[in-house]
Structures are given as C-alpha cells and as structure tokens.
C-alpha cells in the first residue's frame, strides 16, 4: 500500500516536476499576451517620459512674465527650443516641453494682451520630466509576473511591440465513468456528469490552452488507455483525469498509467478531502493530473496539486496562501491535513454546510478551503492558512 504525502509536500513536488517541463519562452505580440506570464524581467526601452511632457493646457515660456508668444507645441510636435527670456509657445496636454522652458502656465491661469502672456506659474511643475517614471534599461517587473492589461499597456509604453512569455499550458480533460449522464436529469442508477463541463472552464480560468474534453470514458482499462493516447496525440501538456484513482474493480488510471510506462511524481496525498489524488509524468513529458471523481474531492485535488503543477509550468513562483481569521471552530482530520471549505462574512471565515465529497453546494457558495494542519483543529479567532478556489481569488 502506497503511504500518502504530506499535503505542504505534495505541493512543493508537483511545483517542482511543472517548473521542470515548463517550456520555452516564445516572443507573444502585445495583443495576445494577456493572461501570460512573463519569461523574462520587463526593463523600459526608453526613458519614461522619453521627453519633457506638459501635463496641462497653456503656455511654456522662459523667463520672468510677460511673454512674447512665438508659436505652438501639439502633442506628436517636435519642439524648437526657447533661446530667449521673454518668450513663451502655447503648448497643449501631452506636448513636448521645449528645452529652456523654465515654467509651464495654465492657460486658465493666464492672461493674453496684444501677442503677450502675463501669468503666475503654480509651485510645484506643470509638466513631466524626462525619465520621471523611469529611466532607460531601469527594471519595472521581474520575470514569472502575470501578464495583465496594465503589464501591456505598460510594454507599450516602454516601447515594446511583443513580449517574452511562457506559452499557455494545453489542457485535456477525460471523464472517467460508466455511470454518467451528459444530459438530462440523473435517476435509475445514474448520476449527472458534473465535471465535464466545469473542469474546462475552471482550467481556462487557471490559464490552460484547453484542446480536448473526452466523456464519459467506458470503465475499462482498455478505454483508458486510448483515452490517454489520445490526449497525448492532442498535443496536450497537462492531462486532468476524474475518477479511477483508487483501487476498486472499475478504477483502470494506475493500471493504464502502468501501461504507458509512466512514474508518479504524487501518489495519494494526507489530505481530506480526496487523499486519493495524484501526479505522474509520461514518457513523453507529459504530466498527468488524476483527480478522484467525486466533484469536491475533484477541487480539492485541483487547489493542491494543479494549481502547483501549473505554477511551475508557467514560470511563476509557487503560490503563497493568503490567511484568514476563522469565524468559528473547524474539525482536524486526525494525521491528515483538512481542507475546509470557507466563505467570508465579518472579515472572518466561517465553515459553509453541504460539505460532503459528493456535494457541489458547498462549494459554490465559498471562496476556497481553510487549511488545518494534522494533529489540529481550527479554532474560532484564530489563523488560518486559505487555499482560494483559485489562485489569487478570494470571490
């Protein structure tokens, strides 16, 4: 009998088998970086502003008031410099200050009397100086930092037309289960496939390429053996598979795992919910996440394993656990580590009712999983590790 890891343990090694096969950075146009995650540091091309840059409409003029007006600065023009005291140029939001401008005034704070601008500059400058967000080469954000649209609209800004990320993890799901409906209200000995449809959305979500959803999958080893085959010929690099984790006379992943010659990274975790949740990497590279069938037993297996394992193959740092301060007591599970699944009310975590392996209510009505350590309980007012449905959610 295989002993199970410790969760914390579980964690840190499938983190480590996905930093491992993570693949290599590809240059992704702005357009379609969002969601990806940066493979290299992000350091501006240039100086931010790359020039002087009036920050309100009026006048930038050169010495004491009043000013001669000489011409215009729009944004987008090349400016001339100001040789002379005495002398101003109307200037708009946005255009380039020129070089000897000593004040820049605003236009609602001036006055012009036949060609000539008299006006009190403010205190502190109207305009940006060259390099006064950044300078040129300085780095803004470190390689593993998510790609959002503020990251992009900062790349543009720097000057960049794409950037250097890891590529979006392809996914595929197979449903394992001979009692399994795809349709249609459950009855007469068959049960509704609840993760069929929720797994891919849930893995899109958590940045997977999903390229192929297969269920349910005939409970024979036979089945799950082209099964696998077939999402290794998709291209996939990521493998979720549901049900046949354990080792009852229709669970056929560890024989058909066997057969295509694969090793466990994690086999069974001291955790409760769903212990009997694993990790194997294929011959080919490719890596198998087996999640037990039932669905919070599922989510359960996904928090503590995908969510690490996809940390490491998008080359981001394995994520850190937020804490909370629980609302009210939760039991341990003896010599395992249980996850409790919480939601948020009063600033406090408070355990959520239909919480059975088999149930879904529970879980669509909280934010993640309190963790409770082995050989604890959690105890109303205390510190809590939280474990967010996903990763960087807490709604």
Request: net charge negative; hydrophobic share 45%.
């Amino acid at each position: 009998m295989t002993l199970p890891i410790a969760w914390a343990a579980a964690r840190e090694a499938v983190f480590a088998a996905g930093t491992a096969a993570a693949p290599g950075p590809v240059a992704v146009p702005l357009a379609e970086a969002d969601g990806l995650t940066l493979a290299a540091p992000l350091a501006t091309l240039t100086d931010l502003p790359a020039f002087p840059t009036s920050s309100v409409d009026g006048w930038a003029a050169r010495g004491p008031a009043p000013w001669r007006i000489i011409g215009r600065v729009l944004a987008g023009d090349t400016a001339e410099p100001l040789a002379e005291d005495g002398t101003c140029v109307e200037i708009a939001t946005g255009g380039m200050v020129p070089e000897g401008t000593t004040a820049v005034v605003r236009v609602e704070e001036s006055t012009v009397t036949g060609g000539a601008v008299t006006g009190e500059p403010r205190k502190l400058p109207d305009w940006r100086r060259q390099g006064e967000e950044a300078t040129a080469g300085e780095q803004l954000l470190p390689a593993g930092t998510t790609v959002t649209p503020g990251v992009i609209g900062l790349a543009a800004s720097c000057g960049y037309d794409s950037l250097v990320c890891r590529p979006s993890p392809r996914a595929a799901l197979l449903v394992f289960g001979d009692e399994l409906l795809t349709a249609g209200t459950p009855g007469a000995g068959r049960v509704r496939d609840a993760l069929g449809p929720a797994l891919p959305a849930w893995l899109r979500r958590a940045g997977c390429d999903v390229v192929q959803v297969r269920g349910p999958v005939a409970d024979t080893l036979e089945d799950h053996v082209a099964a696998l085959r077939g999402a290794i010929d998709s291209g996939a690099r990521l493998i979720c598979t549901t049900g046949g984790t354990m080792h009852g006379p229709v669970d056929h992943l560890h024989p058909a795992l066997a057969e295509l010659g694969a090793r466990y990274i994690v086999n069974t975790v001291a955790v409760r919910p769903g212990f009997p949740m694993l990790v194997a990497q294929l011959p080919g590279g490719q890596l198998v996440a087996g999640l037990p069938g039932n669905p919070q037993s599922t989510f359960v297996a996904l928090v503590s394993l995908v969510l690490p394992l996809l940390a490491g193959l998008t080359g981001r740092s394995l994520p850190q656990l937020p804490t909370v301060t629980l609302g009210a007591d939760v039991p341990g599970r003896g010599d395992f580590t249980h996850l409790a699944l919480v939601t948020l009310a009063d600033g406090r975590a408070h355990p959520v009712a239909h919480v059975g392996s088999s149930m879904l209510r529970g879980l669509a009505n909280s934010v993640g999983f309190a963790v409770i350590p082995p050989g604890t309980e959690g105890r109303a007012g205390t510190v809590a590790q939280l474990v967010p449905l996903l990763d960087g959610e807490l709604s």
